[in-house]
C-alpha cells in the first residue's frame, strides 16, 4: 500500500515542489493573486462622528476595501452640442481619465454616449479587458447633436438587463452614473412636444426645447425600471451658468435628474458648474459605492 502512494505521489511529480503561477503551474488555471486585479486599498471609517469608536481609541475599528472590486459601474455621459462650450467636455474627459486610472482589472466598466445618436463605446466588461479601448473612448468623444436622454437610458436598461439575467458578474454591485448639461432634447425637424423652451443665439434660429419625446420618466420611468432591478443611479447635473440657455434650464434638469437619481438623493444627485468639480465628486460616489457595499 505504501509503494502505490509513493508511487501516485512521484507520478504525480509531488518530489518537487512546483510554483503555481509559474511554467510549471497548471496550464488552465489563472495565477492565484494578480494585483493588477485590485484596485488600491480604501480605509472606510464609521460615518457617525459620535460613535463609541470615535470616542475611544481602543475601541475604533476600519474596514479596508478594495474600492469598486465587486462594483460594476456604468456610464451615460452627455456628448450632446453644449457640451462644447465652457471647456464642460474636456473637463468631463479628464473627470473620467482620472476615474478609470484608480480602478483594478476585475472592476466591471461600461461607457454609453448620446447626443443626435445613442452609442456603446463599451460594452459592460471587466476593465482588465477592456483598457486600452476604455482610454480611446475617452479621447473621442465629441460634443455635437441634440440631447437624446431617453434613447440613452433605454439602451443602458436593456444591456443592464442583459448581464443581470445572465448572471455574468455574479456578487457585483451595479451603479449608473448619468452625466449631462442639458435637458432632453430632439431636433426641430421632428415633432417635438416641449415643456418649456429657450431662445439660444449659440442654436439659433432654433430653440433649446425641454422635448416631452425624450424625457426618460413617460410614458414609462425608465430610471425606475432600472432601479427596480437592483442598481443605483447617481446622476450629476453639469452646466455653465454664463451659457444663458444652461442657466435658465438648471431648475428643469436639476428636477429631472432628482427624480432620477436613487435615494438619498443628497448622495446620489450632484451639480458641477463647468464640470471643474468632476474628479471630487467621482471620488465621492466611488466612495459611497464602496461604504454602502
Known amino acids: 500500500m505504501g509503494l502505490v502512494i509513493a508511487g501516485a505521489f512521484l507520478s504525480s511529480g509531488g518530489g518537487t515542489p512546483v510554483d503555481p503561477n509559474g511554467p510549471g503551474g497548471p496550464p488552465t488555471l489563472e495565477p492565484y493573486f494578480d494585483r493588477a486585479d485590485y484596485p488600491q486599498q480604501q480605509i472606510v471609517l464609521p460615518k457617525d462622528p459620535q460613535s463609541k469608536a470615535d470616542k475611544n481609541l481602543q475601541l475604533k475599528t476600519f474596514n479596508v476595501s478594495h474600492c469598486g472590486e465587486n462594483s460594476a459601474m456604468i456610464f451615460l455621459i452627455d456628448t450632446s452640442g453644449s457640451m462644447k462650450f465652457a471647456n464642460k467636455m474636456e473637463n468631463t474627459k479628464d473627470a473620467m ?30 476593465y482588465k479587458d477592456v483598457k486600452t479601448d476604455v482610454d480611446e473612448a475617452i479621447d473621442a ?34 451603479s449608473l452614473i448619468l452625466m449631462t448639461d442639458g435637458v432632453p432634447e430632439i431636433p426641430p425637424p421632428e415633432p417635438r412636444d416641449c415643456y418649456v423652451r429657450y431662445p439660444d443665439p449659440n442654436t439659433a434660429p432654433a430653440e433649446r426645447c425641454f422635448a416631452k ?81
Not at 483594478?104 to 463605446?121: C, L, P, Q, R
Not at 443581470?164 to 451595479?174: F, S, T, V
Request: proline residues 6%; hydrophobic residues 30%; glycine residues 6%.
Open 141 to 174: 468623444m465629441k460634443p455635437e447633436g441634440h440631447t437624446r436622454t431617453r434613447d440613452g437610458m433605454a439602451l443602458v436598461r436593456t444591456e443592464l438587463r442583459k448581464v443581470i439575467d445572465e448572471k455574468a458578474y455574479p456578487g457585483y454591485k451595479y
Open 213 to 293: 419625446e425624450q424625457d426618460p420618466r413617460i410614458p414609462n420611468d425608465i430610471a425606475k425600471e432600472i432601479k427596480d432591478r437592483g442598481t443605483d443611479i447617481y446622476s450629476v447635473n453639469i452646466y455653465s451658468p454664463s451659457y444663458a440657455s444652461d442657466a435658465f434650464m438648471f431648475p428643469y434638469l436639476e428636477g429631472l435628474l432628482k427624480e432620477v437619481a436613487s435615494t438619498p438623493t443628497d448622495s446620489h444627485y450632484y451639480s458641477s458648474i463647468n464640470a471643474g468639480n468632476l474628479k471630487k465628486i467621482l471620488e465621492t460616489v466611488v466612495q459611497d459605492i464602496c461604504v454602502n457595499d
Open 97 to 126: 481619465r482620472y476615474f478609470v486610472d484608480q480602478l483594478g482589472g476585475k472592476s466591471v466598466i461600461g461607457i454609453y454616449t448620446f447626443n443626435k445618436d445613442v452609442d456603446e463605446e463599451i460594452p459592460i466588461s471587466y
